[in-house]
């Protein structure tokens, strides 16, 4: 389906219906939501507790994260996902810091109610809170159900669009993405799209930083994807 401006980059929830999986009620895109239950249905068959830590996001949200790593109040991560001195950075590089784990408001694939982060709630030992750490994925407590969704997601319509670094995002196997639709999101979703919303998105940080870079931005982290 055709999406407009504003529901592809998180300020209408027109084109989104609500639907419980596991505990709680998220926003789905329509044409998603089949799909979604399928994959809640096939793991609970293999003795899985799927649950999504996130999934739709919606604009003002993503721009409250952006603003609070821009104007440190939250930390800032480089590639090894260790908190740096933002008094390093210019604001170039700030930018560029924050995209490789925070999408920029308005670019981010959680806008479009296509895509999740899922963990299987069972296999979260005691105690623990789910960090969204690729060790936890590849080595730690939710390997077991990783390995079973790899499998499972294109039975689904599912895939993982940062399953590898290509230089931009960071590896997320917790990401998954409904193929079909949201390809049809990302081709809609153009750079002069993102331009106009983020001229008229006056209260982000940096706004004027990533204005003038953002055609590299765009190609580098927003349709950088597998
Ligand atoms: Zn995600």
Redesign the pocket.
Known sequence: MMMSPEQLTGKFTTHLKEVVVGQKSFFVHQDVTQDLLSLKKSATQAGFDLCIA?GFREFSRQAAIWNAKYDGERPILDNQGKPVDPDTLTDEDKVLAIMRWSALPGASR?HWGT?F?LYARDRLPDNTTLQLEPWEYLTGHQAEFYTWLREAAPMHGFYFPYDQDRGGVAV?P??LSHKQTATIAMTQLSLSVLAKELERAKEISGRSVILSQLESLYNRFVVNVS
């Open positions: 996130s959680h895509d982060d997320e917790w990401h």
